[in-house]
Every structure is written in structure tokens, then in C-alpha cells.
């Protein structure tokens, strides 16, 4: 069956330019997650739903990252006057409600903040 | 949340059985161990999942002790595309607490 997707692979945007990044959770996934990977290192916790509510949001690094669920489908975070800092790989997952052990990768979206 | 403490890198011969091992002292009752692999430019994949003693699938093999402070993944006979970044989480499968990925042990496997 179909994986978790996102979009775009690739983004590059220059500083101060806000960014969208969108991800589609399996079918039937009432839990999604996003992290962000900068280069050679570990996954950081951003945000995870629970269907459209977020009852963890303490990993966002600052007010500029937002992130919203619709329909306990697809998801958007969006990065407002981006920062140089900001480039990094965002991955997101999604996982049945229960299992979220069990997470399953989309290829993430490569940011580069020029 | 449970802290894991695994090897930052290790080396292996192709054909060689590598056991990379994650301490996590403070592993709570309702917690669960879980490995990840992470190939480069993709995301991390799920591999297994357990609570205690040992677990086997087609990809590894989990040994957990009966004190559950630590637990070993076991890849048989590596070859050169097991050459992946390897996590080992611990935490409940419900409730609301995040799941926390630390850096993870480099493996490379030498042909």
C-alpha cells in the first residue's frame, strides 16, 4: 500500500521567506509526527498529532514553526521567516493511535535556507 | 523518559554477525524497546520491537535481559547494504509523551 509522502523533496528559500512543507500520513494513521534532521545528526522531535489535535507541541523550536492536521489526514508545517539554521532534512511519521513505537518514514523534505 | 545510551560507531566484516547493544537504565514498567535503521537520505524504518527476553524477525533478532537495563541488536551475517545509522528507542506504545531518537550507532560494514 502507499507510504507516508511528502512534499516537496527539495525546497530551497532564501532568509526571511516562510515555507510550507506538507506530508500525507498512511491511510487510517490517527497519529503523525514531525522531526527535523540537520546533517550527520540524530531526529528531533517537533510536533505530534493525536488525529487533528496536538497535544505535544514542546519540541518547535521557536514561534516562527507552526503545524496543523486536517480531516486526521494530511499535514502542513510551515516555517515563517526562515533562518539560516532552519535548513535540515523534515521528516514526517505516522503510526496507528497506540503504536507509536511503531512509526512509519516518509523520504522528508530537504530544506536549504539560503 | 527513558535515556538510551548505545555506541556512537562500529565496524564490521561483511558475513559477520554484529550485536550493537543500547543501556537504558531507567526503563519503566509499561515500556517497550524498539530499534530503528536509517539508510542515508531516507527516513528511519521501523526493524522490531520488544518488552523482554528475545524476539526474532526476518530482518534481527532482540535479546532483552530479564532486568530489561539494556538490550542487544542482533544483525546475522551483514552485508554491505546493513550499512545504516541504528536506534534504539524505549517508551509506552500509548499515551502522549513523544518518542525521542538520540544519535543513534553508526554502523559500517567492510566488505
Known amino acids: 500500500g502507499a507510504g507516508v509522502s511528502q512534499s516537496p523533496s527539495n525546497k530551497v528559500t532564501e532568509k526571511g521567506k516562510d515555507v510550507e512543507l506538507r506530508c500525507d500520513p498512511i491511510s487510517g494513521h490517527t497519529a503523525l509526527y514531525w522531526y527535523r534532521q540537520r546533517l550527520g545528526q540524530g531526529l528531533e522531535f517537533l510536533i505530534y498529532f493525536q488525529g487533528n489535535s496536538a497535544p505535544d507541541k514542546s519540541g518547535l523550536p521557536s514561534d516562527r514553526f507552526s503545524a496543523e492536521r486536517t480531516g486526521e489526514s494530511v499535514s502542513t508545517l510551515t516555517i515563517q521567516r526562515t533562518q539560516q539554521e532552519d535548513s535540515a532534512v523534515y521528516l514526517c511519521a505516522s503510526s496507528f493511535r497506540g503504536k507509536k513505537n511503531e512509526q512509519y518514514f516518509g523520504p522528508g523534505t530537504r530544506l536549504t535556507v539560503t | 523518559l527513558a535515556k538510551t545510551t548505545q555506541p556512537i560507531s562500529m565496524d564490521s566484516y561483511e558475513g559477520q554477525e554484529v550485536n550493537i547493544t543500547c543501556s537504558h537504565n531507567n526503563i519503566a514498567t509499561n515500556d517497550y524497546i524498539t530499534w530503528y535503521q536509517q539508510f542515508p537520505s531516507q527516513g528511519p524504518r521501523f526493524i522490531i520491537q520488544?518488552?523482554?527476553t528475545k524476539v526474532t524477525n526476518e530482518v534481527a533478532s532482540l535479546f532483552i535481559p530479564a532486568d530489561r537495563k539494556s538490550s542487544t541488536l542482533s544483525l546475522p551475517r551483514v552485508s554491505l547494504s546493513d550499512t545504516a545509522v541504528y536506534y534504539c528507542?524505549?517508551?509506552?506504545?500509548?499515551?502522549?509523551?513523544?518518542?525521542?531518537f538520540g544519535t543513534g550507532t553508526k554502523l559500517q560494514v567492510i566488505p
Open positions: 520488544g518488552y523482554k
Open positions: 528507542l524505549v517508551g509506552d506504545a500509548g499515551g502522549y509523551q513523544k518518542v525521542t
